[in-house]
């Protein structure tokens, strides 16, 4: 079995599993992180301005040797960059960042600030083929609103989502627009317990994997793009190492059990406003 890849409502096929980049340091710790999940066949990075390794990103893009068309780049826009305007200025930032002239799919990383100017500009990007797809992050309270002024509807939705949290609710609030869900804390930030939860143990002895590649592939078949971050090599080979078994229904239907509404990340949206205050580096 290969990778899988998810259709989003624009048509374009997006990998299902990547490499997440969040707390890895710019330069060449960003760059070897890449590199490794290149040459094990991973072609999924998501980044965002504020991780601010975005050069990494681009640089290990350029040292990979693969087109530009074989790997998938996500990339987030902060609050501070968001306005009609504006945000198409700091599209050309980020393409200078990322050295390409196009980002596969650009998310509003925060529900917070001018998001519909900004996605007014996100949309003048689509049509000027700078960007493919756009979508957006943590939008909650929001999502109606942006939703509502959007003439593209987003592709993606990348929320914190894990066993603890499945995010079922939501997912019932985007069906209607064709889009996708993306797990963010996928192994909730790393949490020991969650990871060492009994029912992932018996499932990885039943199908001899590791409790994270249950937990993964639980992901995979809720349908959710992931992309857990590691510089680790043997963690990042493992967590690739998910596409040649499949959890059964039961199996599904046993981890369904452990939603208990647990969020790790629990800012009101009166805190989230002060994303406005901080202003990332070019
Ligand atoms: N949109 C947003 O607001 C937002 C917020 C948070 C995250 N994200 C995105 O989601 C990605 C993933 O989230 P995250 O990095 O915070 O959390 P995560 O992927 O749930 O957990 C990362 C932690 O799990 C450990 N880990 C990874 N693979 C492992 C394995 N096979 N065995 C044991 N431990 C393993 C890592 O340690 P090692 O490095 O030692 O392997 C790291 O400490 C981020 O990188 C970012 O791209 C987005």
Known sequence: MSQTYLKLNNGLEMPQFGLGVY??????????ACLNAFKLGVRHIDTAHAYQNERGVGEALKQSGLKREEVWITTKLWPTEYGEGKTLKA?????????????????????????????KDMEKAVADSKVKSIGISNFKENLEDLLAHAKIKPAAIQVECHPYF????????IAEYGTVLESWYPLGHGDPQLI???????LAQKYG????????????QEGNSVFPKTTNLQHMHDNFDIFDF???AEDMAEIAKMNKGKRYYTATLEEQKHFTQWKPED
Not at 25 to 32: L, Q, R
Not at 209 to 220: A, P
């Open 23 to 32: 707390l890895i340091p710019d330069g060449k710790e960003t760059i070897a």
């Open 166 to 173: 499945p995010q079922h609710e939501l997912k019932k609030r």
């Open 209 to 220: 994997k590791t409790n994270v590649q249950i937990i993964l592939r639980w992901h995979i």
């Open 246 to 248: 499949e959890l059964s």
């Open 91 to 119: 599209i050309d930032k980020m393409l200078e960042r990322l050295q390409t002239d196009y980002i596969d799919l650009l998310l509003l990383h925060q529900q917070v600030g001018d998001y519909i100017g900004a996605w």
């Open 196 to 202: 060492n939860e009994p029912v992932f143990t018996k």
